[in-house]
């Protein structure tokens, strides 16, 4: 079945912005610590941010640190990521997930 659907993914300008979002169908996302991980062109998927399960704590991976916000709404089971500031490197497909499961994630690419 599927649990996790991320969106919001599209072509965008250097310098620009987007909002990923993670739909749960399958899953009630309070119960897990959720994060955010990307897989750029020729690279290994990596974290890039984490949320705890009441949203009070997160971590950035340092290249995204001041430019990502990752955010969650229990009560609209959603995840969101928002990108600002984008950089061609940024570009890749983004998934969310818990520990071991992950959706099928959206296409960001950063290309003028």
């Known amino acids: 079945q599927v649990q996790l659907v991320e969106s919001g993914g599209g072509l965008v300008q250097p310098g620009g912005s987007r909002r990923l979002s993670c739909a749960a169908p399958?899953?009630?996302?309070?119960?897990?610590?959720m994060s955010w991980y990307r897989q750029a062109p020729g690279r290994q998927r990596e974290v890039i941010a984490v949320?705890?399960?009441?949203?009070?704590?997160?971590n950035y991976a340092d290249s995204v640190k001041g430019r990502f916000t990752i955010s969650r709404d229990n009560a609209k089971n959603t995840v969101y990521l928002q990108l600002n500031n984008l950089k061609t490197e940024d570009t890749g497909r983004y998934y969310c997930?818990?520990?071991?499961?992950w959706g099928q994630g959206t296409q960001v690419t950063v290309s003028s």
């Open positions: 949320i705890s399960m009441a949203g009070t704590s997160t």
């Open positions: 399958g899953i009630s996302i309070s119960d897990y610590v």
């Open positions: 997930g818990t520990a071991g499961n």
